[in-house]
Each structure stands twice: as structure tokens, then as C-alpha cells.
């Protein structure tokens, strides 16, 4: 346990689940879906650890960015319909069982996404069916693989095609009409479309979707302040709430003055100076950015 979290009396940040594998590479966090001899359909135990994940790491000062990708052919199929089966415990029956739990545990991971406050780089590739659909839109980038295969499953099964928090982020990243077009009918979209519509950031092959995301991820701890990064998350994901530009300015005004005042803020500055280009060459390190 370091001094950090002995002195703020903060637990240690050990990542240890059954349906989730969590790969720290530096400041990069590579968090995988890992039930892939069932595509990675959302189970009840795959998703209680994807929460527990988002809401512990926030808190993780070593972790900058992290990659969210699924093992095998598949990055989400949906809900895990075998779960769906389960009876419900003997002192709820199934309508509050499916609300209270069921529900709440799927669009949390998309609250707790939205609340994380590290970006997550979507690294996709095969299947992204209902709730893997929402889980792809709240990502704050996303690389998707050639196999990349996009629906609103839930419309086959009788359900409404607007889920964990898919109505709230598809139409401000694809338009109204697009956004329409992929909710209200369960028709695949593969990868070159969602890319012409706006949806991807990149389509690589499927072998580089991982690395091209992790690469992302490194350069953007390259060449950005911890804090600062995270400032610049919490003001987009504020900016998609209809709010007014005025607040958005505030915002950006608060983050500004805050993130200025760091120790990276005012080294950044002076790594500017042209006063300093001769120390910036002979002393690097003490210019880089450390603080969180």
C-alpha cells in the first residue's frame, strides 16, 4: 500500500473478477469482458464486476485511461438470456426483481461510465447486440474492428429499442435520423457505415483493434496533464445535457483556473517560456507532467 493511500486511509486498487480481465499497461488500463464462450452477454455477475470496476477506479490515481474491449469473437451480446431465466428471489417477485436489480445493474454501467472520470476508448470488434450497443455509445472514442456488427436486439425480443442510456447518447453522436434509423429496427450496421456516419473514431482490422486503441490511450497520457484530462471529460459529458452554452462556458472557466493552478499547469507554462527552452532541453523530467 503506498503512502497515498495510507494517508487518506483509501483502499488498495486491486482488480480481481471471473467475468472481467483487467491488463494495467503504465497509465493505460486494458478492462476485457471476458465470458467469451457466451460472447460476452451481459450476466448478472459480468455486470455487478463491470460496476465495481468504474467505481473504484475513479478513485485510481495511477489509471489515465482505459481501453474497453471484449475477449474472443465478440464484444457484447446483449443480456445473458440464461440469467434471464433465474427465478426471482422468494421475497420479490419477478417485476420488482427485473426493476430493482436487473435494470438498475445494466444502465448503471452506463452511469458509471458517464461518472468515470478517466475517457474510455471503446477498442470493438464482432457483435455489439442491445446493451452492448449502449455500452459501445457511452464510450467516449471508439475503434472499431472490419467484424464490427451494431443492433437494437432488444427489438427481436418483444422490448423497446431505446435502452441503458442508448437514447440519450446515439442521437447527439449519429444525428436524430440515424439514430433512429439503428433504434427502431433491429438491422445490423456494420463497421464502414457506423464510420461514414460518425460513430467510430477508426475502423481497423480486427487484430489491431486492441493496439490501435491502446496506442490512442498512450499518446493521449503523452501529451496531457492527469488532472487536466479529466477536467476536459467531465465538461463534454456536462456539454451533452442540453445545458446552456453560458453554463458550459462556467464550466470551462472553473476547469481552466483549476487545472492552471496544478504544479502541471504552471510547469506546463513555464516549459513554454522561451526564457527556459535551454533548461527545458538539459532538465526534461522536470517539466513533465506528474501531478493527478
Known sequence: MSVYQESYHLPEFTYEYEKLKIDKRGPVYVCAFDDAQNLNAMSYKQMAEFNDFLIKVRMDKDCRVIVLTGEGRSFCAGFNLNDLALDPPEDMGRIQRDFYIMQRMC?????NMRRCEQPIIGALK???????LSISCACDLRVLGESYKMN?????????????GGAFFLPKIVGYARAAEILMNPARHDA????DWGFANRVVADDDV????????EDMCKQTAPFGLRLTKECLQTSLDGTSFENVIKMENRNQVLASNTNDGIMGTLKMNPHNKQDVKENPDKYAFHNM
Open 192 to 195: 464502414q457505415q457506423l464510420l
Open 126 to 132: 464482432g457483435y455489439a447486440v442491445g446493451g452492448g
Open 152 to 164: 437494437a436486439g432488444y427489438l427481436s425480443i418483444g422490448y423497446t429499442g431505446t435502452d441503458m
Open 210 to 217: 486492441l493496439e490501435t486503441a491502446v496506442a490512442m490511450a
Open 107 to 111: 444502465s448503471d454501467q452506463i452511469v
